[in-house]
C-alpha cells in the first residue's frame, strides 16, 4: 500500500459542540478502523524514529502504527503493552503535540502523524476484542508498596508486577485511579477505562487497597516492618492554592479540585446526587490550564448559563493544550484573558443577618492587565492597569491556579527531603529519595504535571526498584 | 467494608456506634476523626473519633442525625457494614504536659470531647467538663464525663436538668473567682465555641477549638474544609481540626457551613421518605 501523503491528519469524529456541552458523554470518539488505517499509512516509518525520543514512556511509535497498517491490531496493542501500562488513557490524556508528535518528520510539512489518536484506537480495540485477561508472572518472592493508584503509581505497580514482584497498591480515597478518577471529568477520560485498567493490574496480582492514608493509617517506616523491600510514593499533588484575595470563603468559591471531585468521584453530576454542587448560573473560573479548562466545561454541562476562564496573561501564555482550548471555545466559554480577580463580592443583607443568600457569591471584581518585561523563565509579567477594574456578575468562582505537595507522608517519614515547594526530592534517573528504598514520581515530586510524565517516573522508578532488589 | 460491631441510641437524635476498622483503631487519637460512606456510591462524611479499642480493634463513633447520610448510618444495625471508614486524619488534640484544663462541650460535640477529657485524665491532669445541651432528653455521656473529670457542671438551656443557663455561665464563674487553667478545650456548634472563645479570651488563657466544616477527601487534596486562621487559609483536614480560637474567624465559617443548606434539607426529606415507605 502506498503511503498516504495528505498534508492533514484524518479528523476526530466528535460530538457536536452545542450537544456536547450540555452531557457528560465523552467528546471525542475515536478513529474507525478504515481511519486508522488511513492515518497509519501517513507514518513513513522512518530508521531513526523522532517520534520515540518525544514520548515519556518510549512507546515504538513507527512499530505499533506498521502493525495498524497491516491490520494487526491486537498485535499493534502489544507492541505498545511492551512499554506503556496505560494506553487507552495516554491516548486520550497525553498532551501529543508537544511530545511524539512535535517530532513526527510529516510535521514539517502539514500536519504530524494521528500518533495519540492512532494509540487510543489500538487500546480501545483491544479492550473490545480481547478475551483473555492478563495472567500474574511467576513470583520472585520480593513485595513491593505503591502508594497512591494515579498514573505513576498504576504504571510502576503494572511494571513491577510484569517482573514477579508481589506489588500492594495503598489508596487513600475509597476509589483507585487517583487524578484520572477525581480530576479528569468523564467526558475526557471516561471511567470504565480507568476501572478496567485497575481490573487488569488486579489480574495481574496487584493487591489495590482503598481507604488507607499512608502517613495516617500507616507510616513508611510501618510498611518497611511489615516485610515491604521497596516504598513507591506517588500520592500526587496537595492542597489547592488560593490567590489570598478578598472573599475566597464566600458560599460559591471552589478550589477546581474541590470542584472536580465533587462532580468526578462523587458523582455530583448526576441528575440526584448524593453529593452536592452549585449547578446552572454564572461560573467564573480563574486560571488558564488543562484543570480550569475541565472545571469550566465541566461547569458547563452542569447546566451553567455561562462560563468564564479568567487569566492573567494572553492566549500565546495559556498553559492548556491548544485541543482543549479550542473545544472551549467551541463549547461557548468566554475566555476573559489579561484579567486578574482582585476581590470577590457577595450578598449581605444588612437587616437580616439570617438570611440565607448571606455571603453568597454576587460577582467577581477584575483588573486589566498588560504584559511587560518578560521574567526570568522568558514568559512577559502581566502588569496590572491602574483604573481598570470592572466586575463581572457570578454567582459561582472556582479557583485553579495550581497545587502545593501533600504533607501527610513528608512530615511522618524521617529521612525523606523535600525541596522549598515541598516536593520529594529525588534521583532523576532513579527517581531514588533520599531515604533509603523509597522511591517517588509524578506530582509528589514535581508539582502539577501531565500525566505521562507522572507514568514515565512510575516506570523509571520501577526499573530502578528492581535493580535495587535484584542486587 | 467495616462491620458494625455494636450500636446504642444515646439519645432521640443521637447514636452510638463501634466499628471494625483494626488499622484505624490502631492509629486514632484524641481530637481526630474519620471518613466515611455507608454505601457505594454513597457520600463521604466526616465524624470525630469518640473512642477506640485497640486490642478489639474498633473504633467508637457518635453522630446525630442531621441530614440523609446520617439517616441511613442510623437505620444500619449492629451485623451490618459500612462500605468506607478511613482514618485516623487530621492531628491529635495537644495534651501533653498539661495540668490543668476545662473542657467545654456542647451537644453532640460532648461526644469528641469526652476522649480528650479521658485521655487527660488518665495522663492526671485535672479536668474540668462543662457540658451543654439545650434539653434533658438531649442529654448524653453524663456517666462517662463523671468518671473522666475532677469537677462536671451539667448545663441545659432550658433548666430542664443540671443547671439553667448555657456553658457560658459556669465557666463566667470560674473565671470571675479567678480560676486559672493551662487551656481552654472547646467542642460544640460553631455559636457556642465562638462564645466560649470570647468569654475566655480576657482571660488570657490558651483556647483551643475543634472545627468541623464541609470535608470530601479528607486528606488535603480538595480544599473544601479551608477556613480562616489568623488571616490566612488553612485546612481543617490537614492543619486541623483543631485551631488556636483566637485566631479562627467563626463568621465566615458559620456562613460557609450554610453553603449546602437546601440541598441538604431536601436530600434529608427524600431519604426519611423512603425510609418511610419501606416501613409501609
Given at each position: 500500500m502506498a503511503a498516504n501523503m495528505s498534508l492533514k491528519k484524518n479528523p476526530m469524529p466528535s460530538q457536536e459542540p452545542q450537544v456536547r456541552a450540555h452531557n457528560f458523554g465523552e467528546v471525542a470518539l475515536g478513529y474507525s478502523e478504515a481511519a486508522a488505517l488511513d492515518e497509519a499509512a501517513r507514518c513513513l516509518n522512518c530508521k531513526h524514529m523522532p517520534c520515540v525520543s518525544g514520548c515519556p514512556v518510549n512507546i515504538h511509535i513507527p512499530e505499533f502504527i506498521a502493525k495498524v497498517r497491516e491490520g494487526d491490531f491486537e498485535g499493534a496493542y502489544q507492541v505498545i503493552n511492551q512499554t506503556s501500562s496505560l494506553p487507552a488513557v495516554c491516548g486520550r490524556v497525553c498532551p501529543q503535540e508537544t511530545q511524539c508528535e512535535s517530532k513526527c518528520v510529516r510535521g514539517v510539512k502539514g500536519e504530524p502523524v494521528g500518533i495519540g489518536r492512532l494509540e487510543r484506537f489500538v487500546a480501545d480495540w483491544h479492550n473490545a476484542h480481547a478475551t483473555e485477561a492478563p495472567v500474574p508472572a511467576p513470583s520472585n518472592g520480593h513485595k513491593v508498596a505503591v502508594i497512591g493508584s494515579g498514573p505513576s503509581g498504576l504504571t510502576c505497580a503494572g511494571d513491577l508486577?510484569?517482573?514477579?514482584?508481589?506489588?500492594?497498591?495503598?489508596e487513600a480515597l475509597h476509589t483507585a485511579g487517583g487524578v484520572l478518577v477525581y480530576g479528569i471529568p468523564e467526558f475526557r477520560l471516561p471511567k470504565a477505562i480507568v476501572q478496567k485498567e485497575v481490573d487488569n493490574l488486579k489480574a495481574m496480582g496487584v493487591d489495590v487497597k482503598t481507604n488507607m492514608v499512608i502517613g495516617k493509617t500507616l507510616t513508611i517506616d510501618e510498611l518497611f516492618g511489615m516485610g515491604y523491600e521497596a516504598v513507591?510514593?506517588?500520592?500526587?499533588?496537595?492542597?489547592?492554592?488560593?490567590?489570598?484575595?478578598?472573599?475566597?470563603?464566600?458560599?460559591?468559591?471552589?478550589?477546581?479540585?474541590?470542584?472536580?471531585?465533587?462532580?468526578?468521584?462523587?458523582?455530583?453530576?448526576?441528575?440526584?446526587?448524593?453529593?452536592p454542587i452549585s449547578k446552572g448560573g454564572k461560573v467564573a473560573v480563574v486560571g488558564g490550564g488543562n484543570v480550569a479548562m475541565d472545571a469550566a466545561r465541566t461547569a458547563l454541562r452542569l447546566g451553567a448559563e455561562k462560563v468564564y476562564i479568567i487569566y492573567r496573561r494572553s492566549m500565546d501564555e495559556l498553559p492548556a493544550r491548544h485541543e482543549e482550548v479550542e473545544h472551549a471555545m467551541e463549547e461557548g466559554i468566554e475566555f476573559k484573558l489579561l484579567n486578574n480577580p482582585v476581590e470577590i463580592l457577595g450578598y449581605h443583607n444588612p437587616d437580616d443577618k439570617r438570611d440565607p443568600k448571606n455571603g453568597c457569591v454576587t460577582g467577581i471584581k477584575c483588573i486589566r492587565m498588560e504584559l511587560g518585561e518578560p521574567d526570568e523563565r522568558g514568559r512577559r509579567r502581566p502588569v496590572p492597569v491602574e483604573g481598570s477594574e470592572f466586575t463581572l456578575d457570578v454567582d459561582t468562582v472556582v479557583i485553579s491556579i495550581g497545587t502545593s505537595p501533600n504533607p501527610l507522608i513528608k512530615s511522618t517519614t524521617v529521612?525523606?527531603?523535600?525541596?522549598?515547594?515541598?516536593?520529594?526530592?529525588?534521583?532523576?534517573?532513579?527517581?531514588?529519595?533520599?531515604?533509603k528504598g523509597v522511591y517517588a514520581g509524578g506530582d509528589a515530586v514535581?508539582?502539577?504535571?501531565?500525566?505521562?510524565?507522572?507514568?514515565?517516573?512510575?516506570?523509571?522508578?520501577?526499573?530502578?526498584?528492581?535493580?535495587?532488589?535484584?542486587? | 467494608m467495616y462491620k458494625i460491631v455494636a450500636k446504642k441510641?444515646?439519645?432521640?437524635?443521637?447514636?452510638?456506634?463501634?466499628?471494625?476498622?483494626?488499622?484505624?483503631?490502631?492509629?486514632?487519637?484524641?481530637?481526630?476523626?474519620i471518613i466515611l460512606r455507608t454505601d457505594a456510591d454513597g457520600e463521604r462524611i466526616p465524624l470525630t473519633i469518640a473512642g477506640y479499642d485497640r486490642t478489639a480493634g474498633t473504633v467508637k463513633i457518635i453522630f446525630q442525625i442531621v441530614g440523609a447520610t446520617t439517616e441511613k448510618l442510623n437505620h444500619k444495625e449492629a451485623g451490618d457494614f459500612l462500605?468506607?471508614?478511613?482514618?485516623?486524619?487530621?492531628?491529635?488534640?495537644?495534651?501533653?504536659?498539661?495540668?490543668?484544663?476545662?473542657?467545654?462541650?456542647?451537644?453532640?460535640?460532648?461526644?469528641?470531647?469526652?476522649?480528650?477529657?479521658?485521655?487527660?485524665?488518665?495522663?492526671?491532669?485535672?479536668?474540668?467538663?462543662?457540658?451543654?445541651?439545650?434539653?434533658?432528653?438531649?442529654?448524653?455521656?453524663?456517666?462517662?464525663?463523671?468518671?473522666?473529670?475532677?469537677?462536671?457542671?451539667?448545663?441545659?438551656?432550658?433548666?430542664?436538668?443540671?443547671?439553667?443557663?448555657?456553658?457560658?455561665?459556669?465557666?463566667?464563674?470560674?473565671?470571675?473567682?479567678?480560676?486559672?487553667?493551662?487551656?481552654?478545650?472547646?467542642?460544640?456548634?460553631?455559636?457556642?465555641?465562638?462564645?466560649?472563645?470570647?468569654?475566655?479570651?480576657?482571660?488570657?488563657?490558651?483556647?483551643?477549638?475543634?472545627?468541623?466544616?464541609?470535608?470530601?477527601?479528607?486528606?488535603?487534596?480538595?480544599?473544601?474544609?479551608?477556613?480562616?486562621?489568623?488571616?490566612?487559609?488553612?485546612?481543617?483536614?490537614?492543619?486541623?481540626?483543631?485551631?488556636?480560637?483566637?485566631?479562627?474567624?467563626?463568621?465566615?465559617?458559620?456562613?460557609?457551613?450554610?453553603?449546602?443548606?437546601?440541598?441538604?434539607?431536601?436530600?434529608?426529606?427524600?431519604?426519611?421518605?423512603?425510609?418511610?415507605?419501606?416501613?409501609?
Open positions: 508486577a510484569k517482573k514477579g514482584y508481589k506489588v500492594t497498591v495503598f513507591f510514593v506517588g500520592s500526587g499533588a496537595g492542597l489547592p492554592s488560593f490567590m489570598n484575595i478578598p472573599g475566597e470563603s464566600l458560599k460559591g468559591v471552589y478550589s477546581a479540585n474541590e470542584f472536580l471531585t465533587r462532580s468526578n468521584l462523587m458523582k455530583a453530576y448526576l441528575d440526584d446526587p448524593v453529593t529521612g525523606l527531603e523535600v525541596n522549598k515547594h515541598g516536593g520529594i526530592i529525588v534521583e532523576e534517573t532513579t527517581g531514588a529519595t533520599t531515604k514535581t508539582g502539577a504535571a501531565t500525566v505521562i510524565s507522572a507514568m514515565g517516573a512510575g516506570k523509571v522508578a520501577a526499573k530502578a526498584i528492581d535493580e535495587y532488589l535484584s542486587k | 441510641c444515646l439519645n432521640p437524635t443521637v447514636t452510638m456506634m463501634d466499628i471494625e476498622a483494626p488499622f484505624v483503631a490502631a492509629k486514632a487519637q484524641p481530637g481526630q476523626f462500605q468506607d471508614f478511613v482514618g485516623p486524619l487530621g492531628m491529635p488534640t495537644e495534651i501533653e504536659g498539661l495540668k490543668k484544663v476545662c473542657i467545654v462541650g456542647g451537644g453532640v460535640g460532648c461526644a469528641i470531647a469526652l476522649p480528650i477529657a479521658q485521655a487527660l485524665h488518665a495522663a492526671g491532669c485535672e479536668v474540668t467538663s462543662v457540658i451543654g445541651f439545650r434539653n434533658k432528653d438531649l442529654l448524653i455521656l453524663e456517666d462517662e464525663f463523671k468518671a473522666a473529670s475532677d469537677r462536671l457542671f451539667v448545663m441545659t438551656d432550658d433548666g430542664s436538668y443540671g443547671r439553667h443557663g448555657n456553658v457560658c455561665v459556669p465557666l463566667n464563674e470560674m473565671f470571675e473567682a479567678g480560676e486559672k487553667f493551662d487551656k481552654v478545650i472547646t467542642i460544640g456548634p460553631l455559636i457556642m465555641m465562638k462564645f466560649v472563645v470570647a468569654a475566655t479570651k480576657p482571660t488570657g488563657i490558651p483556647c483551643v477549638v475543634s472545627m468541623n466544616p464541609i470535608m470530601i477527601d479528607g486528606t488535603g487534596m480538595c480544599g473544601g474544609c479551608r477556613l480562616i486562621v489568623g488571616g490566612k487559609t488553612k485546612f481543617a483536614c490537614v492543619d486541623g481540626p483543631d485551631f488556636n480560637g483566637y485566631e479562627v474567624d467563626f463568621d465566615s465559617a458559620m456562613e460557609r457551613g450554610t453553603m449546602f443548606r437546601d440541598f441538604e434539607r431536601h436530600a434529608h426529606e427524600e431519604t426519611c421518605n423512603l425510609f418511610n415507605k419501606e416501613v409501609k
